[in-house]
């Protein structure tokens, strides 16, 4: 069976090497892939209504017969117009299409089709521009829409996965559990897939859709208590004295009230002989580095090694040079290892480190290999959370007996879903940012002031100050891409002739991305053209301006991210929202930049006002992409798919018993994706 599921699309009927080319892009490999390829939408074709009472402006199906044969108008050079006309015998109603010749010659005269589309044009004249047509014997139905991908269409797709449903239908079989079905009033497998494709109507849908949100909850479920069991195997690395007076004595500064109790909250899971696994997570500048250095500190002077681990070697160095100067001066030894460490130079931290000689490394994802050997790992902090899949999370806790582990987080999100998410964490919140702190400053203003903004910036930079122009892309493509490098360009001979300008984008390979940010950090860069890609932090305190254009296609959370580039320095800093956007919703949002800095405060509205989609769309969790479930609205199900996990586990820890076979076999996919592509 796992062979079978696992064939590649290339076998399947209508798929050759090109399409198969095509398909790999919307990450669908094998036939079992394109199974669990869900819709993203329907277009209702079953509720046919006639010409005379279709709604004005929305999409409907409209079925007729053609009582007069399309005929071509050249308008102009290029634009030619196919205009036919239909009947559903008590109305006429004029269909076009514009430059398709193949849709209009498919029409035969007296033959009855299905035409969906919005109907406009004026009472009596009703007509539909461009409709979809299907021919009215097999096309009343709920039709599925696949995201598409260039030269990969939704119909093209659907035929696909007709093809593919013929083929396995009477083989798939059901990971979850008859009884589970039963208690949960589950529909089989089988249903639910053709359903979720080809519905037979609205309510088998919400039937096979409803199966599918939980059968892919209960997977995440399960892994998550499945690790959490895991890293809660017990560790005999206590750190049985508490240190943290001695290292604020230390401090230029005193710790807020909130560092204080997530630093006691840490110990004192760091005490006992169950590991620690805690998320820290806290508003950019709330101080996690100064927790981590109070655990490293303790952890330390306990005996116990420490490693920390960053996404991107620039941000490593970073953390490096910061932990360095608060525990260096403690008699901790401290050490950095990335890519770019010289071999000789590994070669000697590598064995100090297994004597254990060296008390903190900080590194990227090089620490991950199997010749990095500790005398005795104790505790395990990555930074950045979301960069890292849930995987290497564990696979760094494996390099020791159960180390603690913490993860810091800059993402704020509202604590209820932050436990769902994080099912395997406990959680500390810094919601206390240190005394002081300059707000920064936030305006939303038209692109009718581009000049006065870049003279604002022109300003700053001629004051040795640096600024961040970020523009949006809609899809990191081709063309988009093009637009950033021209809008760079542009700047560079308008504007900010004679200033030092760089482009970051997402196209880029990570070293060039670091070596762009190398030199922006050491004020090389004075303006940094980029598209979202600085929203993973590095510290540049010299920079005092953010641009972000088109800020209404930003998600709030995001904008707040973004805005935390700047105001990490002693300077005033400011960030302005560019926007032409004319609704009330993206204005009030953009307003309610411009009113709070509180990331937590600004997730709420996020989620109240955008919703989870956007929330969670970037992946921003570090845990396995969800096909079909929504962590919001699909919160119902996610608590009782919370509550079957724990059951099936209680009686069957290790999913060893033969009824459990089909989810051990799901949760093991799941996760192993996760674990292939959580650094990216
Ligand atoms: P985060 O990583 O949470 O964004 P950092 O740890 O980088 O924040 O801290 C931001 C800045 O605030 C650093 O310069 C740090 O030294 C300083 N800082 C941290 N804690 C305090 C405190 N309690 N009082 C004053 N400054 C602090
Ligand atoms: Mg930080």
Redesign the pocket.
């Given at each position: 069976m796992q062979n079978q599921t696992h064939t590649d699309i290339r076998y399947l009927k209508g798929v050759g090497e090109k399409r198969a080319g095509l398909f790999h892009r919307l990450g669908v490999d094998s036939i079992d892939a394109l199974l669990h390829f869900y819709p993203r939408a329907y277009e209702d074709w079953s509720k046919v209504v006639s010409i005379a009472s279709a709604p004005f402006g929305e999409p409907c199906c409209i079925k007729a017969i053609v009582s007069r044969m399309p005929s071509k108008h050249l308008i102009r050079k290029g634009l030619t117009l196919y205009k036919a006309e239909v009947t559903d015998s008590v109305s006429l109603m004029q269909i076009t299409f514009f430059n398709n010749p193949y849709a209009a010659e498919k029409l035969k005269e007296g033959e009855e089709y299905l035409f969906f589309g919005r109907v406009g044009g004026q009472l009596g004249r009703r007509e539909m521009a461009s409709p979809l047509v299907e021919p009215a014997q097999t096309g009343e139905r709920i039709r599925p829409i696949y995201a598409q991908t260039q030269g990969l269409s939704s119909r093209v797709i659907e035929s696909c996965v007709a093809h593919a449903l013929a083929l396995r239908k009477d083989e798939l079989n059901d990971p979850l559990p008859d009884a589970l079905r039963q208690e949960y009033s589950l529909c089989h497998l089988r249903f639910a897939m053709e359903n979720i494709h080809f519905p037979a109507d609205e309510e088998a849908l919400l039937r096979a859709r409803r199966r599918l949100v939980f059968e892919e909850l209960l997977t995440l479920q399960l892994g998550l208590l499945r690790l959490k069991a895991r890293t809660r195997t017990q560790t005999a690395l206590q750190a049985v004295q508490d240190y943290s007076e001695a290292f604020f004595a230390l401090?230029?500064?005193?710790?807020?009230g909130a560092?204080r109790r997530a630093i006691s909250e840490c110990l004192q899971d760091m005490r006992s002989a169950t590991p620690m696994s805690r998320l820290l997570q806290?508003?950019?500048?709330?101080?996690?580095?100064?927790?981590a250095a109070a655990l490293i500190h303790t952890a330390a002077k306990n005996g116990l090694q420490c490693a920390m681990m960053a996404p991107t070697g620039i941000l490593a160095e970073q953390h490096y040079h910061?932990l360095e100067g608060f525990l260096g001066p403690a008699g901790i030894h401290c050490a950095l290892l990335t890519g770019a460490t010289r071999t000789a130079e590994k070669k000697e931290m590598k064995a100090l480190l297994t004597s254990g000689e060296i008390d903190l490394v900080v590194g990227t994802h090089a620490l991950l290999q199997k010749d990095v050997v500790f005398r005795r790992l104790g505790l395990v902090i990555t930074d950045e959370q979301h960069r890292f899949g849930v995987g290497q999370r564990a696979a760094l806790a494996d390099k020791g007996g159960n180390p603690h582990l913490l993860v810091?987080s800059?993402t704020p999100i509202p604590r209820t879903l932050a436990l769902m998410i994080y099912g395997d964490l406990d959680i500390s919140i810094?919601d206390e940012l240190?005394?002081?702190?300059q707000k920064i400053k936030t305006y939303a203003v038209g692109s009718r002031l581009h000049q006065r903004v870049y003279a604002y910036i022109r300003k700053h930079l001629d004051q040795g100050l640096q600024a961040y122009i970020v523009c949006p892309l809609v899809e990191e493509g081709e063309t988009e891409l093009t637009a950033a490098q021209e809008y760079a360009q542009k700047l560079q001979n308008g504007p900010f002739r004679g200033y030092r300008l760089g482009l970051l984008h997402g196209r880029m390979k990570p070293k060039e991305k670091e070596d762009t940010m190398r030199r922006f950090a050491a004020n090389d860069i004075q303006l940094l053209v980029s598209t979202t890609v600085v929203e993973v932090?590095v510290?540049v305190p010299n920079a005092v301006v953010i641009v972000i254009e088109n800020a209404e296609r930003f998600g709030l959370s995001q904008l707040h991210q973004l805005r935390?580039r700047v105001g990490?320095g002693r300077h005033p800093s400011s960030c302005i929202l560019i926007s032409d956007a004319e609704n009330g919703q993206a204005k009030q949002r953009l307003q309610t930049m411009c009113e709070t800095t509180d990331g937590f405060q600004i997730a709420d509205a996020d989620l109240k006002m955008r919703g989870p989609g956007d929330f969670f769309g970037a992946r921003q969790h570090g845990l396995p992409a969800l096909k079909i479930a929504n962590m919001v609205t699909d919160m119902e199900a996610l608590k009782q798919a919370q509550e079957a996990a724990r059951g099936i586990l209680q009686a069957d820890p290790g999913l060893a018993k033969a009824e459990n076979a089909g989810l051990r076999q799901a949760v093991e996919r799941l996760f192993q994706t996760v674990g292939e592509t959580g650094l990216n």
């Open positions: 401090l230029p500064f005193s710790p807020t560092q806290g508003d950019v500048g709330s101080g996690k580095t100064a927790v910061t810091m800059a810094l240190p005394p002081g702190r932090g510290d935390g990490r």
